[in-house]
Structures are given as structure tokens and as C-alpha cells.
């Protein structure tokens, strides 16, 4: 029989590349969807039309409950979340509840459903196998470069806070009730799909409308920090390599290098065959109340054990990415609400 696996967070990035890799996979999946009438489902279900959708909100215990009964999953993704760094600044209360609260609530619906009380659970094979989509964020203010799975964490954002609540929530679980709950702390992962306030499809975006006469400048806020960025559909395949491995373990997902704001707008814009110093401009509202100024993975400990590595380039991800908005601008698409390409 199929195996089956239910993602929070389908309609996002992250859960579309997923939900793709294990169809290949010969899975049956079912995504987790909230609101009566959301257009990101439309939008995934055209994508996806295999994936199966069944209601459910991280806010609202009794719907994951729900919704673990009705799928009997085998596997359970949590990649819901308020993702978006800044927002969790406005919105701090909400982050902590979807973003932190969210993870007891999954796990609680797991350890409910499947009857697993303190001192362990049934065995492994069994048991719902939970991945939790851990962050780069937690380490924030880095204590060491690059950050391994026992690099201390010190957050600097709302959202960094919520994800090691999520990080730890996940450990306890593993270790109070034996389930099979790890976390994968993931560095920035980008793809065509990523959602256009992110500073990698910004910048695509923004390279694409000028190349094409739509626009004449780019806004953006900190040049100077630096990210360790990959591809989102390499990166899907560690989570479910992490959920099929022997034993219940945590993992840093990343390159290894890193790359500045800066370097990434003169890729971009040199991808078009533009000099990227004629169009952008730096804008202070755009920078945060505390930046997280350099991150880089040590991805060492997921090569060696699961034999995972990332495939795609810095800057064949950054090509990817813009070449994909010159067809989406080029076609008339509007990327805010219907525009998965
Ligand atoms: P994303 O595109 O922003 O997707 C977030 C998903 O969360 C959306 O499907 C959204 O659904 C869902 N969601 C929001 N509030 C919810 C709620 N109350 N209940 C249920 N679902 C809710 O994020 P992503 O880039 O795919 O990232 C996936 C996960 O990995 C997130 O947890 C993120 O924090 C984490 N992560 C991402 C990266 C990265 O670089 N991409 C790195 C490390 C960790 P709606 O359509 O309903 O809004
Ligand atoms: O693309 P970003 O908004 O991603 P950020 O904050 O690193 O968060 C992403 O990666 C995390 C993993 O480390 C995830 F957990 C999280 O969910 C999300 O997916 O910003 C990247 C950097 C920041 O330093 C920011 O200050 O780019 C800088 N930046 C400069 N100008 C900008 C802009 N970021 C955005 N979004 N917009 C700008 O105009």
C-alpha cells in the first residue's frame, strides 16, 4: 500500500516542491488547507491536481485532529507557518501562535490520535513520523560560522523566537514520548515559486519589469547581509530523507557558502545583461529592527548520514529564477495571486 503523507503548508513553496517529489514518490498526499475560500488552494490544485485537500488551520486544535484522523498519515510534514521575517515584528502574537503554538498543536494531534502516552509509544513502525520546518533564523546573532546541529541559538526576530519553541517542542516530544519528531533546520531556499516579498524573487521580479520596461528601479533595504542560499527542490528531498532515516535525528540543511544582498542583485541583473548600480536603490524603511547579518550551514552531519546534497548553483538558482519572471511578466501573469510557474 501507498504510503501516506500529510504537509501543513501546501500552498506555499515549500510544500508544492514536497508534495511533487513524493508523488514521484508514489505517495498519496494530502495537503492541509485553511480558509473557506483561499486562492492559493486554486493555485496549488492546478499545479497538483493529484494532491488531496483536507481543511484544517494551525490555529484550531480540533481541525489537525480531525484531519490526522481522517488521512491516517504515515508521514506528517509541518511546513505551515507565518514565514515572512518582518511581518513577525507586526504581528508578533500571531507569529507565536501559528508559527510556535502551531507545532504543539500538530504534535498534539499526532500523539492523540495515535494513543502514545508518556514512556514511549507502540514502536517504529507504527508510529506518525513528524518533520518540523526548523530554521536558519534561530541561530540569528551566530555565536560560530558556519552553524552546525549544536550551534547555540540566539534569535532575532519574533519569528526566530517561535521556530526554537517549535525546535525544542519537537526534541521534547521525541524524547518524552518516543515519537519519531525531528527538525530540519533549513537555510534560505528559493525557487520560482517563493513569494514576491522575499528578497530573491524581489529581485528577480524587479530585474524582469525593468528588462521589460515595466519599471526603472528596485527598493531594497540591508545590501550587506548575507544569506546561504539553495534550491527549494533540492532541499524538500533532505525533509523526507530525514523522515525515512534509521533513527529520529535533526539535521542542518544549507550549501555551505555564502552570498551578500548585493551579490545577489548584480547576478540578477547581469543575468539580463544590466548593470544593476543604474537601477537599485537602498532604502532605510526597508531594514529590520534587528538583521541577522550573515548565515552559513555547515551541512556536513546530512552529506554524511542521509547522503544529501544540494544540486543547483547560486547562480544557476538566481538565472532560474529571473528567466522564469521574463516568461511569467512576458505572458501578462500577475505574480501576487495566480502565478506558479
Ligand atoms: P511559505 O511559502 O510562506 O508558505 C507558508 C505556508 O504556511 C502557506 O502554505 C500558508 O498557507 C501556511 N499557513 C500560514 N498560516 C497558516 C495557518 N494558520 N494554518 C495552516 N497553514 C498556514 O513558506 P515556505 O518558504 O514554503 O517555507 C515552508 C516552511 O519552512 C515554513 O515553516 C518556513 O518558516 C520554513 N522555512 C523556510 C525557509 C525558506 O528559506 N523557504 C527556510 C527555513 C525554514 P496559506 O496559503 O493559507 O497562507
Ligand atoms: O528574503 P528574506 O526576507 O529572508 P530571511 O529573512 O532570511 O528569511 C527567510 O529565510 C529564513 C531562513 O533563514 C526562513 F526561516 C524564513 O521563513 C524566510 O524564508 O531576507 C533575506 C535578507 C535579509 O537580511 C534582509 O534584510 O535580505 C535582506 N533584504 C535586503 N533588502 C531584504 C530586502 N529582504 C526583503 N525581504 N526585502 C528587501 O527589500
Same mark, same amino acid.
Given at each position: 500500500?501507498?504510503?501516506?503523507? %500529510?504537509?501543513? /503548508?501546501?500552498?506555499?513553496?515549500?510544500? =508544492?516542491?514536497?508534495?511533487?517529489?513524493?508523488?514521484?514518490?508514489?505517495?498519496?498526499?494530502?495537503? %492541509?488547507?485553511? /480558509?473557506?475560500?483561499?486562492?492559493?488552494? =486554486?493555485?496549488?490544485?492546478?499545479l497538483l491536481s493529484d494532491v488531496r485537500v483536507v481543511r484544517g488551520d494551525l490555529l484550531d486544535q480540533g481541525s489537525l485532529i480531525s484531519a490526522v484522523e481522517r488521512v491516517q498519515p504515515d508521514e506528517v510534514y509541518n511546513l505551515g507557518a507565518i514565514s515572512f521575517v518582518p511581518m513577525s515584528w507586526e504581528q508578533a502574537e500571531l507569529t507565536a501562535e501559528v508559527t510556535g503554538m502551531g507545532v504543539l498543536r500538530m504534535l498534539e494531534a499526532i500523539r492523540v490520535c495515535s494513543g502514545v502516552s508518556r514512556g514511549g509509544s507502540s514502536g517504529p513502525d507504527g508510529q506518525i513520523r513528524f518533520y518540523q520546518a526548523s530554521s536558519s533564523e534561530m541561530f540569528g546573532q551566530v555565536s560560530e560560522t558556519p552553524q552546525t546541529e549544536r550551534t547555540a541559538f540566539h534569535p532575532r526576530s519574533p519569528y526566530g523566537v517561535a521556530k526554537a519553541y517549535g525546535h525544542f517542542l519537537t526534541q521534547n516530544y521525541r524524547e518524552s514520548y518516543g515519537m519519531f519528531a525531528v527538525s530540519g533546520i533549513l537555510f534560505n531556499h528559493e525557487s520560482p515559486r517563493r513569494g514576491a516579498e522575499f528578497v530573491t524573487r524581489k529581485v528577480s521580479l524587479g530585474v524582469a519589469r525593468i528588462k521589460l520596461g515595466l519599471a526603472t528601479e528596485l527598493r531594497l533595504g540591508n545590501l550587506e547581509a548575507r544569506r546561504d542560499w539553495g534550491f527549494a527542490g533540492d532541499y524538500v528531498k533532505a525533509m523526507h530523507l530525514m523522515l525515512r532515516a534509521a533513527a529520529p535525528e535533526d539535521y542542518v540543511i544549507g550549501t555551505g557558502r555564502m552570498k551578500s544582498v548585493r551579490e545577489l542583485v548584480e547576478a540578477a541583473f547581469s543575468a539580463v545583461g544590466l548593470d544593476w548600480e543604474r537601477y537599485v536603490v537602498t532604502d532605510q524603511t526597508l531594514h529590520r529592527p534587528a538583521e541577522v547579518d550573515l548565515l552559513c550551514a555547515d551541512p556536513k552531519k546530512a552529506r554524511v548520514q542521509l547522503g544529501w546534497e544540494p544540486r543547483v548553483s547560486f547562480d544557476e538558482l538566481v538565472a532560474m529564477m529571473v528567466e522564469s519572471d521574463l516568461r511569467l511578466l512576458a505572458d501578462g501573469a500577475d505574480p501576487h495571486d495566480d502565478s506558479w510557474p
Open positions: 500500500m501507498a504510503r501516506r503523507a %500529510l504537509i501543513t /503548508g501546501i500552498t506555499g513553496q515549500d510544500g =508544492s516542491y514536497l508534495a511533487e517529489h513524493l508523488l514521484e514518490q508514489g505517495y498519496e498526499v494530502w495537503g %492541509l488547507a485553511r /480558509g473557506q475560500a483561499n486562492p492559493r488552494v =486554486s493555485r496549488m490544485r492546478r
